[in-house]
């Protein structure tokens, strides 16, 4: 960044471009619309590109002046936030946790991952769910203290990302009553004579899954696929197809789903990350959802 950089230019070029106009921008902002022009063409000559055209009666932003507010959109969400930020830092006793779920994660995983900081007496815990890339985006923009995620952050110059890996577990395949014996019988190569339900491409463990089932010779008869994985859970608790899930929260999907574990997905895991912005991380809470990574093993339950 240049040393003659000022983002008290780059905030009235901000709002300039929300007003429209710099007659407007100058009212907003009570002052000569002199004075506003001048600060938006020295912003203009810091940066060595046009910014902002007249269009009509008004002014429109230039390929530049789109650039530039969508960075400048995010410096002053972020510092209009800033006040009740530290307010609520100053008068509240306790820790908080900001944290990003990538959506492709199982949810009842999620819940299993954080075990180890639900304790933490006067725990503040906020939970963002997105897309793993816009998670990773807030992260990056320190409004995430962690992400968690079914895969690693891919290598990137700009984001300094550091992925901690927390562990896998094994997946098994699981049906309503209405559709488990035609789908215990003779496994695992009835699942291709009845209908499956299996997570979009978005999620890590999908490719391990067509794998299996190409290995196996499987030529399935897809139903549904889905993003959300509670959506799939629930559409396969409501017999549309057979579909997997982690061992790691069998217990919890048997009795919320009323469903039945068929078979293990033989050698296929899903992984799990939790994704920081610090090689060495400093939250005390993070750093308690580090242990060596391992593989996670869930209750032990009767051979079917």
């Known amino acids: 960044m240049s040393l003659s950089f000022n983002y008290r230019h780059l905030y009235y070029f901000w709002v ?17 619309v002199q004075t506003v022009s001048t600060q938006v063409r020295e912003l203009e000559r810091s940066l060595g590109h046009v910014l902002l055209k007249p269009a009509g009666r008004g002014l429109v932003l230039t390929e530049a002046g789109l650039a530039a507010m969508r960075q400048a959109d995010q410096i002053f969400q972020l510092g209009e936030q800033l006040p009740a930020e530290v307010r609520d830092a100053a008068t509240t006793h306790g820790v908080r946790l900001a944290v990003g779920i990538a959506d492709a994660l199982p949810k009842l995983v999620v819940r299993r991952l954080l075990q180890p900081v639900i304790q933490e007496p006067h725990l503040r815990l906020v939970c963002h769910v997105d897309e793993f890339e816009d998670m990773l985006a807030d992260l990056a923009l320190h409004r995430l203290d962690v992400v968690l995620a079914d895969r690693a952050a891919p290598p990137n110059a700009n984001l300094k990302l550091y992925s901690h890996a927390l562990g896998a577990c094994g997946l098994s395949w699981y049906a309503a009553p209405s559709l488990y ?30 794998h299996w089932l190409e ?40 009795q919320r789903y009323d469903v039945k574990r068929i078979g293990a997905c033989e050698g296929v895991e899903e992984h799990f990350f939790a994704i920081g912005t610090e090689k060495k991380v400093l939250h005390p809470l993070v750093q308690r959802l580090l242990p060596a990574p391992k593989t996670l093993r869930p209750p032990a339950r009767q051979p079917v």
């Open 215 to 254: 290995q196996a010779g499987i030529r399935p008869t897809v139903a549904g696929e889905f993003e959300d994985s509670a959506l799939l859970k629930t559409f396969g608790a409501s017999g549309m197809g057979v579909f997997p899930a982690v061992d790691l929260v069998h217990d919890d999907l048997v």
């Open 181 to 210: 014996a035609s789908a215990r019988r003779g496994f695992p190569q009835s699942l291709a004579r009845v209908p499956l339900l299996l997570p979009t491409s978005h999620a890590a463990v999908r490719g391990r899954i067509d």
């Open 16 to 32: 300039v471009a929300k007003e429209g106009g710099m007659a407007r921008a100058a009212a907003r902002l009570g002052m000569a």
